[in-house]
């Protein structure tokens, strides 16, 4: 089976509107703010939330110019190789994994599923992977590996870019919303939100990185010039850096999954609801306003992380 255009479009266009949902907190309800969900997690079962719209545009851009060849990179436990892979398999694109660790053997829930799904890994040294945006090292994988559709680490490109902006314009027919909140890894999520935004709109970014000064000058060159749309990133609630978790987070969803019924991700969508309603109390958004966050998905990451919140919760 090799991917045409139109499966590859009507793949995209199964669930063009994901919900938005009210949440009723004990911790909010006085605040006078209107909290929301976006539940872009129900987007697709494998290929979750953002993953879907990032890959949107690079999968049809891919088959249009004939490649049915797929190769991203990604950690271990990374939320865009799983989607990436079950991409693949839904489609019929071969894909190839550039994972990072070459001391690594793929027994993981994550990597695992992405062989299942038929998706090719190689474990590559730390210092390998820090080359992934290095032409002659593009160029040396393709003498190694033949030819591919190359999609960066995260998914985020300017394609990616194109199919956050759709998600953003989305969110307007939906609702008038005063604040979009995201979690943010690369930053190309909130890129496309920005581009596709409301101006009146104030976008509000969520790093899961520790340290991640150097995502302003990233978003920035992603979003057109002119954009007027006001956006920022709260760098106060990573929990001590990307993939790191303690027990007031495990708690917090364990809290917020009773009292909602949403499961979050403890990588990002759990760090980045903690720190909008942290700030929700804290009086940062004025009375009356309507408060987006984004369920970007990701739930997969739960397998990986079981083990460390089960310790926390002390049931092991
Ligand atoms: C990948 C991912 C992000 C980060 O998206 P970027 O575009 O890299 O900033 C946020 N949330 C979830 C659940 C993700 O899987």
């Known amino acids: 089976m090799t ?14 509107s994901t919900p938005i949902e009210q949440l009723f907190l004990p911790e909010t309800q006085d605040s006078g703010v209107n ?19 990032k890959l949107k545009y690079n999968a ?9 060849r797929l190769l991203s990179f990604g950690g271990a436990y990374s939320n865009h190789i799983y989607a990436l892979a079950a991409l693949g398999a839904a ?9 990072r660790g070459e001391e690594l053997d793929g027994d993981n829930p994550t990597l695992a599923f992405a062989q299942q799904c038929g998706m090719k890994l190689h474990f590559i040294s730390r210092d390998e992977y820090r080359r992934k945006t290095n032409p002659e090292f593009i160029e040396k994988l393709r003498m190694q590996l033949g030819d591919f559709y190359l999609i960066p680490e995260g998914g985020t490109n300017d394609k990616a870019i194109r199919g956050c902006a759709e998600l953003s314009r989305e969110i307007r027919s939906q ?15 909130i890129a496309g939100l920005i581009t596709g935004a409301d101006v009146k709109t104030r976008v509000l970014g969520y790093p899961a990185l520790k340290g ?42 364990r809290i917020f999954h ?19 309603i942290d700030m929700i109390k804290n009086g940062f958004f004025p009375e009356g306003s309507d408060v987006v966050a984004i369920h970007t998905g990701g739930l997969q990451g739960l397998d990986g992380k079981r083990q460390e919140m089960a310790r926390f919760l002390g049931e092991l």
């Open 3 to 16: 991917p045409d255009p139109s499966s590859v479009e009507a793949f995209f266009s199964q669930n063009t």
């Open 91 to 99: 489609l019929g694109f071969e894909t190839v994994g550039l994972i």
């Open 60 to 68: 049809l851009h891919a088959c249009e110019t004939g490649n049915t």
């Open 212 to 253: 991640a000064d150097f995502l302003t000058d990233e978003v920035q060159s992603l979003i057109p010039d002119d954009n007027a749309t006001i956006w920022e990133l709260v760098h106060d609630y990573h929990f001590g850096g990307y993939a790191r978790i303690n027990k007031q987070l495990v708690d917090f969803m």
């Open 258 to 276: 009773q009292q909602s019924g949403v499961q979050l991700d403890p990588i990002y969508t759990a760090k980045m609801l903690f720190g909008v």
């Open 35 to 53: 909290l929301w969900l976006k539940r872009d997690d129900l987007v697709h079962d494998r290929v979750s939330g953002n993953k879907f719209r």
């Open 175 to 189: 609702i008038d919303a005063d604040f979009l909140c995201v979690a943010c890894g690369t930053g190309g999520t």
